[in-house]
C-alpha cells in the first residue's frame, strides 16, 4: 500500500509545481502587459517590470500557494481530530 501512495504524492507534488510555474509565468506576464512602457506615439517600448521584480514577485507567488497549502492541511488536520 505504501508505494501507490508514494506515488500519488509524488505525482500530486510534481502536478502542484507545474500549476505553480504556470501561475508565476500568468502572473509576470500580465504585470508585463500592464507596466509596459510605451511612447508619445504609441509604440510599445519595453516591459517596466525588471528581471529583479519579476523574481520576488514569482517568489511571492511561491510562497503564498505554500502558505495556503499549510493552511489547508492545518485545517483538515484539526478537522481529523
Not at 508505494?3 to 508585463?32: F, H, M
Not at 502587459?33 to 519595453?46: F, M
Amino acid at each position: 500500500g505504501g508505494g501507490v501512495g508514494g506515488c500519488v504524492v509524488a505525482a500530486s507534488s510534481a502536478s502542484k509545481k507545474r500549476k505553480r510555474v504556470k501561475g508565476g509565468e500568468a502572473i509576470t506576464s500580465l504585470l508585463d502587459e500592464c507596466v509596459a512602457t510605451t511612447t508619445v506615439e504609441g509604440a510599445e517600448v519595453g516591459s517596466a517590470l525588471k528581471p529583479y521584480m519579476r523574481d520576488r514577485l514569482a517568489s511571492g507567488y511561491e510562497l503564498s500557494i505554500e502558505a495556503n497549502a499549510a493552511y489547508v492541511s492545518r485545517d483538515y488536520r484539526l478537522a481529523t481530530d
